[in-house]
Nanobody, 123 residues
Framework: QVQLVESGGGLVQAGGSLRLSCAASARTFSSYAMGWFRQAPGKEREFVAAISSGGSTKYADSVKGRFTVSRDNAKNTVYLQMNSLKPEDTAVYYC?????????????????WGTGTLVTVSS
């Protein structure tokens, strides 16, 4: 069982930045692809970004150029740096771990989910 704990969410003004962190309990963290998903009020959960164990990354079109996903295997932690935030980025952000080790993380191949952290972007 892998536990994922997100942190770093909060309230920020449009144009601002936040960095989310996700700490994993797995000793085999480095073998998992790690992803970020989000769910806005009244909407379905959607893919945001992911990183494979080898460092390959993939982003949703809506966040390309603004968000950066990275990982520190020594700390069992994955990060999501979010810049130039927009009100439409407001959502609960979830960390995900996939044993299907590819940056092409999909909901159906996620093995573990975090409980989420709320990001609110005010206009």
């Amino acid at each position: 069982q892998v536990q994922l704990v997100e942190s770093g969410g909060g309230l920020v003004q449009a144009g601002g930045s936040l960095r989310l962190s996700c700490a994993a309990s797995a000793r085999t963290f480095s073998s998992y692809a790690m992803g970020w998903f989000r769910q806005a009020p009244g909407k379905e959960r959607e893919f945001v970004a992911a990183i494979s164990s080898g460092g390959s990354t993939k982003y949703a079109d809506s966040v390309k150029g603004r968000f950066t996903v990275s990982r520190d295997n020594a700390k069992n932690t994955v990060y999501l740096q979010m810049n130039s935030l927009k009100p439409e980025d407001t959502a609960v952000y979830y960390c995900a771990a996939s044993a299907f080790n590819s940056a092409a993380v999909k909901e159906y191949n996620v093995n573990y989910w975090g409980t989420g952290t709320l990001v609110t972007v005010s206009s």
